[in-house]
């Protein structure tokens, strides 16, 4: 079991930066990476970005490559998503997520391949 807590949500305008974090706690060690997903009101949950454990390899969304930066520290169990050039389109509940073990990489964008899921932190981009 892996619990994971997101943090760092908040109000923004648009064109600002916002940075979440995820602390991840529980038995971690199986887990080669942690990332992010988000959904909006009314829409699909969407892949966000990934990074692993070992590696620190980086996967991206088209929507949010150049934008976003995910970023890990292995001692605090933590990931982070530092969010720059927000717009209102980003405006939703980001939520922090952990497989138990490894996803294959056709299955890597896919909620399915997640078992742990935080409670969601709220990102809100107004213009």
């Known amino acids: 079991q892996i619990q994971l807590v997101e943090s760092g949500g908040g109000s923004v305008q648009a064109g600002g930066s916002l940075r979440l974090s995820c602390e991840a706690s529980g038995r971690t060690s199986g887990s080669a990476l942690m990332g992010w997903f988000r959904q909006a009101p009314g829409r699909e949950r969407e892949f966000v970005a990934v990074i692993t454990w070992i590696g620190a390899n980086t996967w991206y969304a088209d929507s949010v490559k150049g934008r976003f930066t995910i970023s890990r520290d292995n001692a605090k169990k933590t990931v982070y998503l530092q969010m720059n050039s927000l717009k209102p389109e980003d405006t939703a509940l980001y939520y922090c997520?952990?497989?138990?073990?490894?996803?294959?990489?056709?299955?890597?964008?896919?909620?399915?391949?997640?078992?742990?899921w935080g409670q969601g932190t709220q990102v809100t981009v107004s213009s």
């Open positions: 997520v952990a497989p138990r073990g490894r996803p294959i990489l056709s299955q890597m964008r896919s909620r399915d391949a997640y078992d742990y």
